[in-house]
């Protein structure tokens, strides 16, 4: 077989450019610590390290996403603190300007101390994060969720959904709360139903904020869930005898009699801290339909002639009023029997709504340190999986050294061998005898 000389150069070529290649290669695997350098180097473990890379990468952003989340749901917890602190403090205040002794000054300074707790609470419920985003406005991250429109009169004007940061594979966590939901949906009263002294009354008489002896009777359909409980004093007895009658408001019957009410004296006979109960009492009750709604209360002092107490469903009432209120209550209170009951009366109602106040922040703040700790828990286990990840692409694309430089060794003296062949190659030409 013939081979003509530009067919040795080719050859001869191509073999030194193949081994340096092969060299050049082996360099850059030692130096990157890859075995897998081109796909065509290993198509199969290629494409399965590109799956896991993007599977890792994913889980990187979950880890961004729970850095976030972290940071989100810290601010949560410090604004929530802040708000139970405010609330313990007006509790403290509150029961200070209860003190008998203090003169209508000292009440005043009180209520002026007051009045700065109650511009921090709307500037607490308007705080941002460090994005400028409000904590407590729902999905309405931009719009400012509180504006007072009137003394005492505050609005929200977020909506009612949260902000979701996603931490998991299928696991997203709140980082805003609907403001309505901190500061507004607060029932007042014991949280059932709330018992309240009319702003007409003369007596001494204070009311409890009772309790509910039986849930289920209280939701009984028949219950109207409005009472008024009026009084009648007889001072024409040697000793002046105080009695009662409980007025169906929505229905117009007392509930004692079946009938509707009349003047006094009434059927049951008032003692000062005794059980006041919804229920049929035979005797004295001569209602020919027997009742029993489950709660009952109670109310000490000597109520007057004419005093009302109303005993109504709980409803929802804002932080902000029911601080508002309190302030009013104190700056408007006076000197005497009665305006010191009247205070006193217009005190438990504002601790009864601030202790219900206080429970929910204390909720809300439980529920975001639970999301505190979910969020480091899944940090933790997307932090595993990436170690996971990297072992599997380490198995998939990593470099066994002692082979690569055992085959870097092989290259290089294959090289010098096709150098050296090459050249005794060259040398084979009728030219070198002329």
């Given amino acids: 077989m013939r081979i003509s000389t530009q067919t040795i150069f080719e050859?001869?070529?191509?073999?030194?450019?193949?081994?340096?290649?092969d060299l050049v290669r082996g360099q850059e695997q030692i130096a990157t610590g890859?075995?897998?350098?081109?796909?065509?180097?290993?198509?199969?473990?290629?494409?399965?390290?590109?799956?896991?890379?993007q599977a890792r990468f994913a889980n990187d952003q979950l880890i961004r996403n729970a850095d976030s989340a972290e940071a989100a749901i810290g601010l949560q917890d410090e604004a929530l603190g802040r708000y139970t602190r405010l609330l313990q403090d007006v509790k403290t205040s509150l029961v200070s300007a209860g003190n008998g002794v203090l003169t209508g000054r000292e009440r005043r300074d009180i209520a002026a101390e007051l009045r700065g707790r109650y511009d921090e609470l709307i500037g607490l419920a308007n705080t941002t994060d460090s994005n400028g985003l409000f904590l407590f406005s729902g999905y309405q991250g931009g719009t400012q969720p509180f504006t007072q429109n009137a003394p005492g009169v505050v609005a929200y004007n977020g909506d009612q959904g949260q902000r979701l940061i996603q931490v998991g594979t299928v696991r997203e966590l709140p980082v805003s709360f609907a403001g309505s939901d901190v500061f507004q949906r607060i029932r007042?009263?014991?949280?059932t139903f709330v018992t309240e002294a009319?702003?007409?009354?003369?007596g001494t008489g204070i009311v409890t904020k009772g309790v509910v002896t039986d849930p289920a009777a209280w939701e009984n359909t028949a219950n109207s869930r409005a009472y008024e409980i009026r009084f009648h004093v007889d001072s024409s007895a040697t000793t002046p005898v105080t009695t009662y009658d409980i007025v169906d408001t929505v229905n117009g019957v007392s509930m004692l009699t079946?009938?509707?009410?009349?003047?006094?004296?009434?059927?049951?006979?008032?003692?000062?801290?005794?059980?006041?109960?919804?229920?049929?009492?035979?005797p004295p009750d001569t209602n020919p339909v027997p009742f029993d709604y489950g709660i009952e209360?109670?109310?000490?002092?000597?109520?007057?002639?004419?005093?009302?107490?109303?005993?109504?469903?709980?409803?929802?009432?804002?932080?902000?009023?029911?601080l508002y209120?309190?302030?009013?209550?104190?700056?408007?209170?006076?000197?005497?029997?009665?305006?010191?009951?009247?205070?006193?009366n217009a005190l438990n109602t504002a601790h009864n709504n601030l202790d219900n106040a206080l429970d929910v922040s204390l909720t809300i703040r439980a529920a975001v340190g639970a999301y505190s700790q979910e969020v480091e828990t899944n940090r933790n286990a997307a932090e595993?999986?990436?170690?996971?990840?990297?072992?599997?692409?380490?198995?998939?694309?990593?470099?066994?050294?002692?082979?690569?430089?055992?085959?870097?060794?092989?290259?290089?003296?294959?090289?010098q061998a096709a150098q050296k062949s090459f050249m005794q190659i060259q040398a084979l030409t009728l030219f070198d005898y002329l």
């Fill in 198 to 202: 009319v702003g007409t009354n003369v």
């Fill in 384 to 415: 595993d999986l990436n170690l996971q990840f990297e072992k599997t692409i380490a198995g998939l694309e990593g470099l066994d050294y002692n082979e690569a430089i055992s085959r870097l060794s092989f290259s290089q003296v294959s090289l």
């Fill in 188 to 191: 007042n009263g014991n949280g």
């Fill in 11 to 21: 050859q001869g070529i191509f073999n030194l450019q193949r081994n340096t290649a």
């Fill in 258 to 282: 079946g009938d509707p009410p009349v003047a006094g004296p009434y059927a049951r006979v008032f003692q000062s801290g005794a059980a006041i109960d919804l229920a049929t009492q035979t």
């Fill in 34 to 53: 890859r075995r897998i350098l081109t796909p065509s180097d290993d198509p199969v473990a290629s494409a399965r390290a590109l799956e896991v890379g």
């Fill in 325 to 344: 209120d309190l302030i009013t209550a104190i700056e408007s209170s006076g000197t005497g029997a009665t305006a010191n009951t009247r205070l006193t």
């Fill in 297 to 322: 209360f109670s109310i000490t002092g000597a109520p007057a002639d004419g005093d009302t107490f109303t005993v109504n469903q709980s409803t929802a009432k804002d932080v902000f009023s029911s």
